[in-house]
């Protein structure tokens, strides 16, 4: 199989998977308790101008969404799981949601931030720069952009080794990061590939670090 053709189908399974769990995703992964991520959310709601316009992608089931909206913040929810929508519509009826991934992300200068929370780990290194692009974009000028991503630093890192091997016998087209066999594809890059693919994407670091669960935290403004 070649790479184009395997990445679609990681995709469609990761679309697939959240589906499945959303029932049960407040409950069982939707939050964890790290302060790192309380603190960079409140970092990131002191920089935005009051009421301003946010983009939550991908919202999940709307886990952070009251923290945005408490704010006086309108909110845009995104996500490619129907399952994942529906329920986020059903506990916030008032936010604007929409059936778009982080890879089709087309709005144009009409958000003050964005988030992406716990999520950017499913996609590849092939589409970080599209995906940082459309945030780049959909920003206005000197926008804020807060997200994790679970790096290669933080995650467990001779699980991700044992992981590439794995899927290197089994033939499988992948490169050293991925971990395409247990639960929704992830792929790990470094912390110093974040920092860098974010920069050229046109952003600029306003505060990084590391969490105390999997996590590297990146706090950036649109230049």
Sequence with gaps: MDRITWLQEMRRGCEEQYDLESPLYDEEGGVYSNIAHQ????????????????????CGTGR?????LEKGHSVVGID???GMLAR???KFPIVRF??????EISYHELFDGAICMDAIE???????ALVLSNFHRALKPHGYFYFTVETIEMAYENEIQQAFERAQQAGLPVVYG????????????TTQQVREWTQQAGFEIVKDGNGEIWYYHILVRKV
Excluded: C, M, T
């Design 39 to 58: 603190q960079f959310l409140q970092e990131f709601l002191s920089l935005v101008p009051e009421k301003s316009r946010i983009l939550d992608a991908p």
């Design 88 to 90: 986020a519509k059903a």
């Design 80 to 82: 490619q799981a129907q």
């Design 122 to 128: 499913n996609v590849p290194p092939e589409e970080w």
């Design 64 to 68: 952070y969404l009251p923290f945005l």
């Design 98 to 103: 929409e059936k778009v991934g982080l890879q």
């Design 178 to 189: 991925e971990w395409p066999d247990q639960g929704p594809y992830h792929f790990h890059p």
